[in-house]
């Protein structure tokens, strides 16, 4: 990156701290690896630039840092879903201290779908009792390019003079036009980039278009939520199916699971026969073990149109290990 690729970063990530509620002053909790330009020291800038007061805690071993959160007081917290998680057990399990205990007002989630599932939300929020804004980006234009605002209806486009987004459809590989409750790939091209400049760049990312019309914040143009990957779409008997729908229907399983979960499939190019195995983590009182298996089993199967075979296990096995991210799908050899 040159100097003015750096500075373009920071005007954009400023437009995202500032659409969800970052202004001089704020306390930020910046939970994300430092040791990374991105997302560490990029955000760590830009929220300098905008005179926010920054505590950032990387790999610092999570009771120092909630010890010291604690008496400094935080306002707002930037982080991935999974390592929410991860610090929402630790805070409880390991330590004793409730979550909704350091008085956050907001944080905003990105780096994976999970911030943008309406059950997954919903239990964050309720944990934290702060709102959740869900964020996304790529490495190759920038951290963050959409972002929710204080409506959270959908990511708004921040990247304008930077980048160019474009809609794909998925299976022709053809530009779309985008209309409301569609789905498409993302398509970049950079436009005031020095190093390494992308242009028609497909990275993957498949959204759903929440909205076209002008959304109540004041914001105009197009607003999507990410429902997951390409890549990570599988396909069982003709029906399309992504994780992050998975993952909504078992959060919504809560207490009885953690929502942690993970999808065996065969290697790729082999087809997918149902059921599908997949195997959740029991809560620390699931209750009846058979009931919760048949119960989760049938809403998979009367929501995302597939069979699957729930393997439950105890609680603890598929424990966060502090990642930023979770593997959710694993393939055989």
């Given at each position: 990156?040159?100097?003015?690729?750096?500075?373009?970063?920071?005007?954009?990530?400023?437009?995202?701290?500032?659409?969800?509620?970052?202004?001089?002053?704020?306390?930020?909790?910046?939970?994300?690896?430092?040791?990374?330009?991105?997302?560490?020291?990029?955000?760590?800038?830009?929220?300098?630039?905008?005179?926010?007061?920054?505590?950032?805690?990387?790999?610092?071993?999570?009771?120092?840092?909630?010890?010291?959160?604690?008496?400094?007081?935080?306002?707002?917290?930037?982080?991935?879903?999974?390592?929410?998680?991860?610090?929402?057990?630790?805070?409880?399990?390991?330590?004793?201290?409730?979550?909704?205990?350091?008085?956050?007002?907001?944080?905003?989630?990105?780096?994976?779908?999970?911030a943008g599932v309406p059950q997954i939300r919903q239990q964050i929020e309720e944990t934290w009792q702060c709102k959740v804004y869900d964020a996304m980006?790529?490495?190759?234009?920038?951290?963050?390019?959409?972002?929710?605002?204080?409506?959270?209806?959908?990511?708004?486009?921040?990247?304008?003079?930077?980048?160019?987004?474009?809609?794909?459809?998925?299976?022709?590989?053809?530009?779309?036009?985008?209309?409301?409750?569609?789905?498409?790939?993302?398509?970049?091209?950079?436009?005031?980039?020095?190093?390494?400049?992308?242009?028609?760049?497909?990275?993957?990312?498949?959204?759903?278009?929440?909205?076209?019309?002008?959304?109540?914040?004041?914001?105009?143009?197009?607003?999507?939520?990410?429902?997951?990957?390409?890549?990570?779409?599988?396909?069982?008997?003709?029906?399309?199916?992504?994780?992050?729908?998975?993952?909504?229907?078992?959060?919504?399983?809560?207490?009885?699971?953690?929502?942690?979960?993970?999808?065996?499939?065969?290697p790729r190019g082999l087809p997918i026969e149902p059921p599908v195995p997949i195997v959740v983590e029991c809560g620390p009182e699931p209750g009846d073990?058979?009931?919760?298996?048949?119960?989760?089993?049938?809403?998979?199967?009367?929501?995302?149109?597939?069979?699957?075979?729930?393997?439950?296990?105890?609680?603890?096995?598929?424990?966060?290990?502090?990642?930023?991210?979770?593997?959710?799908?694993?393939?055989?050899?």
């Amino acid at each position: 990156m040159t100097e003015a690729d750096s500075r373009a970063w920071n005007e954009i990530l400023a437009r995202f701290f500032w659409a969800t509620g970052v202004r001089p002053g704020t306390r930020v909790w910046l939970a994300v690896t430092l040791g990374w330009y991105i997302p560490g020291l990029s955000f760590y800038e830009a929220l300098r630039e905008i005179r926010a007061t920054v505590y950032p805690s990387g790999t610092m071993e999570a009771s120092r840092t909630f010890n010291i959160l604690r008496r400094a007081g935080v306002d707002y917290m930037v982080s991935s879903p999974t390592f929410v998680n991860y610090l929402t057990n630790v805070a409880r399990e390991r330590l004793g201290i409730d979550p909704a205990s350091f008085g956050l007002k907001a944080m905003a989630l990105g780096g994976e779908p999970g911030a943008g599932v309406p059950q997954i939300r919903q239990q964050i929020e309720e944990t934290w009792q702060c709102k959740v804004y869900d964020a996304m980006g790529t490495a190759d234009f920038a951290p963050i390019l959409w972002t929710e605002c204080e409506a959270q209806a959908g990511m708004h486009f921040i990247g304008q003079g930077f980048v160019i987004v474009e809609f794909i459809d998925p299976t022709t590989g053809q530009p779309v036009e985008p209309k409301e409750g569609m789905l498409a790939e993302l398509a970049y091209t950079a436009i005031a980039r020095e190093c390494v400049p992308l242009i028609r760049f497909r990275i993957g990312d498949l959204v759903r278009i929440e909205g076209t019309d002008t959304c109540v914040c004041g914001r105009t143009g197009i607003r999507i939520r990410c429902v997951g990957r390409v890549d990570d779409m599988f396909i069982v008997r003709g029906v399309n199916v992504f994780p992050s729908a998975v993952a909504d229907v078992i959060a919504s399983f809560r207490p009885r699971v953690t929502g942690e979960f993970q999808i065996r499939l065969p290697p790729r190019g082999l087809p997918i026969e149902p059921p599908v195995p997949i195997v959740v983590e029991c809560g620390p009182e699931p209750g009846d073990l058979h009931k919760l298996k048949k119960d989760i089993e049938e809403a998979i199967r009367a929501q995302l149109i597939f069979r699957a075979n729930v393997l439950l296990v105890p609680y603890g096995e598929l424990a966060p290990t502090g990642a930023m991210k979770r593997q959710v799908i694993v393939r055989s050899e």
